[in-house]
C-alpha cells in the first residue's frame, strides 16, 4: 500500500486493525510476549475473543498489544492506528484536542494516547553514535515558550532549553535541558557523537572546550551576522532549519510544552525528521513497529495541561 486513505478498513473496523498490526509485528508468526518463543496457537471459538493466542511453549495467553504501549487500553485499535497515522502525517503535529475531535474520544483520551504514540516514536528512526571520519555534526541550542507580551496578566513561564546534535544528510537527536552550560551539554555530546566527527557550532563559549575532543570544530559568528563561509562549508544551517520545523509545531499546534513532556514532543519530532524520506505510510509502519517493549501509564504520564 503506497498511501493510506482515511477511510481505510483498518482505520474503521477493529480486526482489520488487530490483523494489520499482527502482520506488522509478527511477519514469521506470533511471539511470545512472557518466553519470546516463535510459535502460537490462535484460540477460536465462542469463548474467546478474536485475536487471542496461547504460546505453545509457557502456555501463556497474549494478543498482540501485550507488552506494548497499546495494553490494557479500552480505545479500539482502529483508532489507535488511524491517531498514529495522523501524528506521523502531520509536519508540525497534532493537538490533542483535534485528534479527538476526529476520532470521537475526550481531550484526556487523546492527550494520553499522543503521550503513548511519541513514546512508540522515540528512538525510531535513529541508530547512534551519529557522524564519524569524514562527517560533520551540527549542534546548537534554542528555547521554547511563550512571549511576555502575550501574558498581559500573568507572569511568563520560563522559556525550556533545547538542544539538538544532526548529521549533515543524517539523523537528528534533540533533548531537552535544565541549562545550557558545558557541564550539562558535554555528556550528551561525547554519548551520541563520534568523536571522529567535526563538530560544527556557533560561536558560543560553551562548545569551546567541548570541541576539543572532537577531529575537528568549526564555528560561525552568528553575533556578527556571519552565516556561512569557507565555500559555505561552515554553517548551522542543518540544524537551525530542524529548530525551525519544531517551533512552527510549538507555536502553531501545541502552543505551550510542559517542561515534564517536552522531551516526548522532542522524540515526535525527532522521529518525522529521521524518517523524513519515507512516505507516510511507511513512517507510519516504523512507529507502529517501535511499540513493544514501551509502556506508559497516565499515572507517570501525569496530568494533562495543554493540546
Same mark, same amino acid.
Given at each position: 500500500m503506497s498511501s493510506y486513505d482515511l477511510t481505510a478498513k483498518i482505520f474503521?473496523?477493529?480486526?482489520?486493525?488487530?490483523?494489520?498490526?499482527?502482520a506488522l509485528r509478527w511477519p514469521s508468526g506470533a511471539v511470545c510476549p512472557h518466553c519470546?518463543?516463535?510459535?502460537?496457537?490462535?484460540?477460536?471459538?465462542?469463548?474467546?475473543?478474536?485475536?487471542?493466542?496461547?504460546?505453545?511453549?509457557?502456555?501463556?495467553?497474549?494478543?498482540?498489544?501485550?507488552?506494548?504501549? /497499546?495494553?490494557?487500553?479500552?480505545?479500539?485499535?482502529?483508532?489507535?492506528?488511524l491517531a498514529t497515522h495522523l501524528l506521523c502525517a502531520s509536519k508540525k503535529g497534532m493537538s490533542a484536542h483535534q485528534i479527538g475531535r476526529m476520532l470521537g474520544v475526550t481531550y484526556k483520551t487523546a492527550w494520553f494516547m499522543c503521550h503513548r504514540i511519541r513514546e512508540a516514536m522515540n528512538g525510531e528512526g535513529f541508530s547512534g553514535p551519529m557522524g564519524g571520519q569524514n562527517k560533520v555534526v551540527?549542534?546548537?541550542?534554542?528555547?521554547?515558550?511563550?512571549?511576555?507580551?502575550?501574558?498581559?496578566?500573568?507572569?511568563?513561564?520560563?522559556?525550556?532549553?533545547?538542544?539538538?546534535?544532526?548529521?549533515?544528510?543524517?539523523?537528528?537527536?534533540? /533533548?531537552?535541558?535544565?541549562?545550557?552550560?558545558?557541564?550539562?551539554?558535554?555528556?550528551?555530546?561525547?554519548?551520541?557523537?563520534?568523536?571522529?566527527?567535526?563538530?560544527?557550532?556557533?560561536?558560543?563559549?560553551?562548545?569551546?572546550?567541548?570541541?576539543?575532543?572532537f577531529a575537528n570544530h568549526g564555528t560561525v559568528n552568528h553575533s556578527a551576522g556571519e552565516y556561512t563561509r569557507k565555500g559555505h562549508f561552515y554553517h548551522s544551517n542543518t540544524v537551525e532549519n530542524f529548530f525551525s520545523i519544531f517551533k512552527r509545531g510549538v507555536i502553531g499546534t501545541y502552543h505551550h510544552?510542559?517542561?515534564?513532556?517536552?522531551g516526548r514532543y522532542c522524540a515526535e519530532f525527532? /522521529?518525522?525528521?529521521?524518517?523524513?524520506?519515507?512516505?507516510?505510510?511507511?513512517?507510519?509502519?516504523?512507529?507502529?513497529?517501535?511499540?513493544?517493549?514501551?509502556?506508559?501509564?497516565?499515572?507517570?504520564?501525569?496530568?494533562?495541561?495543554?493540546?
Open positions: 474503521q473496523d477493529a480486526d482489520a486493525a488487530r490483523e494489520h498490526l499482527e519470546g518463543c516463535l510459535g502460537a496457537t490462535e484460540l477460536k471459538g465462542s469463548k474467546h475473543r478474536a485475536g487471542v493466542y496461547q504460546c505453545n511453549e509457557c502456555r501463556e495467553q497474549f494478543t498482540v498489544t501485550v507488552g506494548t504501549v /497499546f495494553e490494557r487500553s479500552k480505545i479500539s485499535l482502529n483508532k489507535w492506528l551540527e549542534v546548537d541550542e534554542t528555547y521554547v515558550g511563550g512571549k511576555a507580551k502575550n501574558r498581559a496578566h500573568r507572569e511568563p513561564a520560563p522559556k525550556k532549553a533545547v538542544v539538538a546534535l544532526v548529521e549533515r544528510d543524517g539523523a537528528v537527536k534533540s /533533548f531537552h535541558v535544565a541549562n545550557v552550560t558545558g557541564a550539562t551539554l558535554r555528556p550528551i555530546i561525547v554519548k551520541h557523537v563520534s568523536r571522529k566527527s567535526m563538530l560544527m557550532t556557533d560561536e558560543a563559549a560553551v562548545y569551546t572546550k567541548i570541541g576539543q575532543e510544552l510542559s517542561e515534564a513532556h517536552i525527532d /522521529f518525522r525528521y529521521n524518517t523524513r524520506k519515507e512516505n507516510d505510510v511507511v513512517r507510519t509502519e516504523i512507529a507502529l513497529r517501535g511499540i513493544a517493549g514501551k509502556r506508559l501509564t497516565y499515572r507517570r504520564a501525569g496530568e494533562p495541561a495543554y493540546a
